[in-house]
């Protein structure tokens, strides 16, 4: 069976999680959750990273962090996981669901301003498949109207829109280290701060509510309760086994994109035949290659696509089930129709992306696919 994604060792995590104990620290924001974090700060040039304990975390943070209050209304893709929903839903916030564009799956920003009323505080673009959102109309759009922008940059780690980073661009950006994403510890997140107003508070929300952390560093000579907050400190043996991903960053992403552009260049010729559509990367966007999709003509076509590769002992599965289609938000709200969400939802079949995906299962899934398209 070729999996549809699988975990690597990179050879580090071991000895690191032992440097963990032997430095007797394993709770959260010792030497491991350092190290990633400066890394990120300074690769990514953003004013303040911190890991959390999952991309979810991040974003429940974040928004108790921007001070989401019960009858606020978040707008947001429908066209995402649930945790970009649950973590203003959790504050009592209503999420205003906007269509996607056709080309890139992300967010249609020309559809947000005709969602926007009294009530909305924020705006969530979500970089799908590690390809941007376009981020310049989004925050103009932000600007003019006094919204915060919360980046779900869950999958878009390391990707780029023009030349900044994903994640760096709004007020602030949450990242999945989860085991599904380019780098992995698991379980595991993180938050960046891009507004300085936001940072200290950012750091008491995720020690408890507390002001500890400025009291590891000597600022004040004891700690004590001052805000509304959680735990949202991952442990040292998970930051421990990202670190040694996050060493091997370039190479994860080289690989990735030659994977990328190995099922591109395969399946071309059914692109151009339009068979199938391939994923498109905007000139304004630079991937992290997260994930390689193709989008049938047909739901139809799409399950049979996906049975027909199971037969073939190849895992493709399809993705979101748009969260206005969800039980719980039918139960909850009154039905929208978000017509380009409900197309391409059921169109799309995601294909095995992984590391250590070899060249000739590639190969052999491109092949595949062109038996049956052609059958
Ligand atoms: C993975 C993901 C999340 C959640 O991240 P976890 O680390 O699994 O909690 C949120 N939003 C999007 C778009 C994701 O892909």
Redesign the pocket.
């Known amino acids: 069976m070729i999996q549809f994604n699988r975990q690597n060792l990179f050879g580090k995590e071991f000895e690191y999680i032992k440097d963990a104990y032997e430095n007797g620290k394993i709770s959260g924001d010792g030497k491991y959750t350092e190290l990633c974090n400066h890394f990120m700060e300074k690769r990514f040039d953003a004013k303040k990273v911190m890991l959390t304990t ?6 429940d943070l974040a928004a108790i962090l921007v001070g989401i209050q019960p009858g606020d209304e978040v707008i947001m893709p429908s066209y ?2 649930v ?2 929903a649950n973590a203003f839903l959790l504050r009592g916030a209503k999420p205003v669901f906007c269509d996607i564009r056709k080309d890139n799956l992300n967010m249609d920003e020309t559809k947000i301003e005709e969602l926007i009323t009294e009530k909305t505080k924020a705006i969530v673009p ?1 970089h ?1 498949a590690g390809v941007a959102c376009d981020m310049d109309k989004i925050t103009k759009i932000a600007k003019k109207n006094d919204l915060t922008v919360i980046e ?1 940059a ?2 878009g780690v390391n990707a780029k829109y023009k030349d900044k980073y994903l994640g760096t661009i709004g007020d602030i950006g ?1 990242y ?3 085991e ?2 380019n780098y992995s510890m698991g ?3 993180a938050i960046v701060v891009n507004d300085e107003e936001m940072i200290e508070r950012a750091e008491i929300i995720r020690e408890k509510g507390t002001n500890r952390k400025k009291f590891f560093r000597g600022e004040i000579d004891k700690y004590t309760w001052v805000e509304m907050g959680s735990s949202y400190l991952p442990s040292e043996i998970n930051a421990a086994v990202l670190w040694n991903q996050l060493e091997h960053m370039d190479e994860i992403q080289k690989k990735r994109k030659n994977i990328f552009e190995m099922y591109y260049g395969g399946l071309k010729v059914l692109g151009d035949e339009r068979k199938l559509r391939l994923p498109i990367i905007n000139d304004f966007a630079e991937s992290n290659f997260h994930m390689f999709y193709i989008l049938l003509n047909s739901e139809k076509e799409r399950n049979e696509m996906i049975s027909y590769l199971k037969k073939n002992d190849v895992q493709a599965v399809f993705h979101y089930i748009p969260l206005h289609l969800s039980e719980f938000y039918k139960r909850n709200f009154k039905r929208i129709y978000l017509p380009v969400t409900e197309d391409l939802s059921s169109q799309i079949v995601r294909l095995p992306m992984f590391f250590n995906l070899s060249k000739k299962n590639v190969s052999f899934i491109v092949k595949s696919i062109k038996i049956k398209i052609n059958e």
């Open positions: 999952s991309g979810t975390h991040a974003l995402t996981f945790s970009t979500v799908y779900d869950a999958q949450c999945s280290f989860h599904t994403k379980e595991g997140g």
